[in-house]
């Protein structure tokens, strides 16, 4: 996805991936930054420990508690700090890393493009309060909705987010159960799905989807999990997670480039990736 982004671009760089061991976090940021890398992207478990690695941390990143993804800058003649990949030279002064948070806005944005549906005055069920359950809580706070039923296997998870959303989005109503009446979006925020012999990421007993309009899992492979399959049958409106991959890696090669990620071509590349046979 990245690289078709970059060809599309005509950038003359190259994405490329690599494992790194916890312990070695903070020598491959390090590493990065002194080898002149635009920019880079972390994944779990990384999100996380990065907050205290780097240089600068956008406000978003910080309000999210996680980075997903790393820009070094380099310090300009009028003493501003400018994206490496948005310079015309070389930087012949110092560099920094500053982190980014794409995920966030990417959940809204995927939940607007691929399910028509604006969390603004939404009822929402948010099964997950980890990591990513977290960021989409507090995101759909801050995007409006109005209520939100957090459903988490270790209920403090989500107690925990409940008061960051109270603490940052005091109008918006949080319960810690499956709701009682129909809400407009059921989200999968687990990693239930992955494998096929998963169970469910929800209680069938506790809820029906039935009285969902839409689901969105943010997994993305396969195509369509046991949830999605089950909300599709229904009657819901159903998207998978290839969306959010989408747009988190769009809105970082622009912030890498500071130009328009080319979405056509990274979402045929994405997609191609992903599902071809």
């Not at 929402?124 to 109005?146: H, P, S």
């Not at 999605?228 to 049958?233: E, I, K, P, S, V």
């Not at 769009?250 to 046979?277: C, F, K, T």
Request: charged share 20%.
């Amino acid at each position: 996805m990245q690289n078709a982004g970059i060809a599309a671009l005509g950038l003359d760089w190259q994405y490329l991936a690599f494992a790194v061991p916890p312990a070695d976090l903070p020598a491959a940021i390090a590493g990065a930054k002194a080898m002149g890398f635009i920019g880079l992207n972390l994944t779990v478990p990384h999100k996380v420990a990065a907050l205290d690695l780097l240089d600068d941390v956008d406000v978003n990143a910080r309000k999210w508690g996680a980075v997903n993804t790393v820009r070094f800058e380099a310090l300009s003649a009028q003493g501003e700090w400018r994206a490496i990949g948005d310079s015309p030279a070389p930087p012949a002064a110092a560099v920094r890393a500053k982190g980014y948070n794409t995920d966030a806005e990417a959940i809204v944005r995927a939940l607007r493009e691929d399910l028509g549906l604006d969390p603004r005055g939404a009822r929402v069920l948010v099964l997950g309060a980890g990591g990513a359950g977290r960021v989409a809580a507090l995101k759909l706070a801050e995007a409006g909705a109005d209520t939100l039923h957090l459903v988490n296997r270790t209920p403090a998870k989500a107690q925990a987010v409940a008061l960051d959303i109270h603490h940052n989005f005091p109008g918006v109503t949080v319960f810690f159960d499956y709701p009682n009446s129909a809400v407009d979006l059921v989200l999968n925020a687990t990693s239930l799905g992955l494998q096929p012999n998963d169970p469910l990421p929800w209680d069938e007993s506790r809820f029906a989807l039935g009285r969902a309009h839409a689901a969105y899992d943010m997994i993305y492979r396969p195509a369509e999990t046991p949830f999605l399959h089950q909300a599709r049958l229904a009657g819901c409106r159903t998207a998978n997670g290839v969306g959010m991959l989408l747009y988190q890696g769009a809105m970082a090669l622009e912030l890498w480039s500071g130009r328009p990620a080319p979405i056509p071509q990274m979402r045929r590349a994405l997609e191609e990736s992903l599902y071809a046979r």
